[in-house]
């Protein structure tokens, strides 16, 4: 059985963030989960301070001045981004981030490769599958299955996208339902 390790705020920063755009995060190592500060609780920790104070904070990080400078640049500005959301935009990406940092490391890979897939998909396929991904979600897993696996969803779908969906799919149980219109909520 594997064990769920928990990822350091800069990772995870990396995680969510670098996920949600259809990149992998840079793998900075990772520390006992009884070390582990959470993203949330990094970001509670630091919610006091502006801006650039949390940025030199990011990069006091052990490990930080470890990664690629373009990874930096990456997490640093991920965190301002983080910043300039909204209050129930920001605590939806924590509790998302959270979730996802519960994911065991194949489901994780599992849902950076999906979430990749879809991000590489020209913006008008992207938001027709976010759609179906979003109809799927709510369905039982029964009539899912049928739909998927349906003529009209072959004809609308290609492979690559139909297993981005099953992909996707499979990590959802994990992961809080989306409120968007267009897209799941994957920090575009």
Do not use: C
């Amino acid at each position: 059985m594997a064990q769920s390790v928990s990822v350091s705020p800069k990772f995870a920063l990396a995680i969510h963030l670098s996920a949600a755009q259809g990149r992998p995060p840079a793998h900075s190592g990772q520390r006992s989960q009884q070390n582990q500060e959470h993203l949330g609780q990094w970001m509670d920790r630091h919610s006091n301070l502006p801006l650039d104070q949390q940025q030199r904070a990011l990069q006091n990080e052990p490990g930080f001045h470890n990664l690629p400078a373009q990874t930096q640049q990456r997490m640093l500005n991920n965190l301002g981004r983080l910043n300039n959301m909204s209050p129930e935009q920001r605590r939806r990406t924590l509790e998302r981030n959270e979730l996802l940092e519960r994911l065991s490391p194949p489901q994780r890979q599992q849902w950076r490769s999906a979430v990749q897939q879809l991000g590489g998909l020209p913006r008008d396929r992207r938001r027709v599958v976010a759609r179906a991904f979003r109809d799927l979600r709510d369905m039982p897993e029964p009539q899912r299955q049928t739909l998927l696996n349906s003529d009209r969803f072959r004809s609308q779908f290609s492979d690559g996208e139909r297993n981005t969906l099953s992909n996707l799919l499979a990590v959802e149980p994990y992961l809080p339902s989306q409120r968007s219109n267009d897209t799941p909520d994957l920090g575009r």
